[in-house]
């Protein structure tokens, strides 16, 4: 049997790939905006559809990810990389002359599978490496760092508000204890401290899932992100263009769902009742989440909790 037309070579498998495409409306000559290219598997089945008119911009904050592009994707004239965060979107769309002329944008959120898979970027409680959780690894300090130097209650407050973890204190104070008998510097080390003191966690899951999460995301401020990559997305789509976001968790996907929701439903001025036709709606909600087959999910078990979410921009 032949691969499918959207197939990637990477060994990297997109989540909700044949969803996300069919959410973005894809026009041969339109222009759109990959804002996590990763290893690339969304933005190879956006170029796949493209035709010679046809324009992709990929963003990524990973030199690791910037570099597997430029390799990938190089030679192709329709398709530039930048190497920076989502959250710059608009300045990176300026520089093309983008603003406002962009027919869909794609926000493929979380951490991607390579990532993972590598032992040196301490993203896993799987692997055995450093304890660096930074997507980008040019500056910024690392969740070793970060361990190092934070106070009980700052722990204990990223430990409950980014993993939702019920034992935040708990396991903040463990931490705190460790680290005055010897420095936590590796993803191993981390994994057994929370362990040891997690009394209780969901079946099938590792005790320290929602440490990692709730680590890494305070590391890379990754909710502050997406709060101005939403925030900013809507100046560069063209009447009729599609914002497109898969969420990975709850505090995620609450944020997409929220941002677009309000823009769907408009906001009349304190004060001043108007009628319901006189109150500017920014986007339309287009159609209900969607979530990963069965199917799916059986072949990449990191889709289980995908959601994919989309808006359109009106004229």
Known sequence: MS?????????????????????????????????????????????RRLGPAGRLIALDRDAAAVDWAVRTHGDDPRFSIVHRAFSELPAAAQGFGALGRVDGILLDLGVSSPQLDDAERGFSFLRDGPLDMRMNRS????????????????????????????????????????????????????????????????????????????IRIRVNGELEELDRALAGSLALLAPGGRLAVISFHSLEDRRVKRFMREKSVGQAPKGLPLPDSMIRREVTLAGRAVQASAAEVAANPRARSAVLRVAEKRP
């Open 3 to 47: 691969a499918p037309a959207d197939a990637v070579d990477s060994g990297h498998r997109p989540v909700l790939l044949q969803e996300t495409l069919a959410a973005l409306a894809l026009r041969p000559d339109g222009l759109y905006i990959d804002g996590t290219y990763g290893r690339g598997g969304h933005s190879e089945g956006i170029l």
């Open 139 to 214: 500056g910024g300090a690392t969740a070793a760092d970060w361990l190092a130097a934070a106070e009980e209650k700052e722990i204990a407050r990223v430990l409950k508000e980014f993993g939702e973890e019920r034992f935040a204190k708990r396991i903040a104070r463990a931490l705190i204890e460790e680290r005055s008998q010897r420095p936590i510097h590796t993803t191993a080390h981390l994994a057994a401290v929370v362990a040891q003191a997690n009394p209780k966690w969901e079946p099938g899951k590792h005790p320290a899932t929602r440490a990692f999460q709730a």
